[in-house]
């Protein structure tokens, strides 16, 4: 029950893969998510896959797409500019509300820790959006970093970086590129999670685009649409605090979950707690048929 589909964003064609659930009959329409994947990576992350399946259980179908620059897609490779990757995702909207087997106006978004982020300021801007549900997300990219480089040390090394970035930029008219744990540092244990083919550097405005993006600006547009923010209570990557200040901007219906004995990667882990509170609630603000 997969297709392999291409869809258009701003010009460019961008590559995903439809899951919808067995059993589906001629005619009928299901509510779908659209699977936002994280900093860099590509629709084959094992947690999308995973996503995909469970939600086709529960009777949904699922978008997992590459954004513009990422995996099978058109675009400068690695260029994953936030304010792009929304209007991505408005795109692949776009498509799914298109299509014969799937209710226009029950379409959420799932993302995770990056496409989180992109889900909560898509979810803010764009009405269409029917639900958000957010994994290990954040809405301010200025403290992310902060508390991400923690030490003077590593935040002298960041800051620096970012001048330098500016510097070459107005000098030369080039972009530095920037490795990936320059960026965004991941603990050596966890980077097996990464999917294969996760790009490794990025050009200087990647960097721009993430220190400046402030979904906590627009998430509390998303009511009284539902938003879902789920966040492991002591997350290696991502600040927890990101998630609850997110909820703290956010207006109801709002749920937030602080999840323990996880890390970063929630649903790549299988965690039965987090598989079922994503299903109960899908099935309380998100049913996938119709009434």
Known sequence: MEER?????DGLTLSGVVRTPDGLAPGERRAALLLLHGFGSNKEASWMKLTAELLASWGYASLRF??????ESEGERARVICLEQVEDTRNALTYMASRSDILPGAI???GHSFGAAVAC???????RIAAVMSSGGW???EKKF???HESDEAWKRFTDMMAEGKRVRAETGRSIRVPRYDIVPIPPHLRGNLSEGSHLEF?????ESMFEFMANDVV?????????LLHPSNDSVTPTEQSVELFQHEHQPVDLHLIANVDHFLLSEGNPLVINLVKNWLEKYLPARAA
């Open 203 to 207: 050009p200087f405005e990647v960097v």
């Open 108 to 110: 959420g978004v799932y």
């Open 146 to 148: 902060r508390k991400q």
């Open 66 to 71: 590459d954004f513009r620059g990422c995996g």
């Open 220 to 228: 509390g547009r998303i009511a009284p649409r539902p938003l879902l």
């Open 121 to 127: 300021y898509a979810g803010g801007v764009e009405p």
């Open 139 to 141: 809405g301010n990219g």
């Open 5 to 9: 589909v291409s869809f258009a964003s």
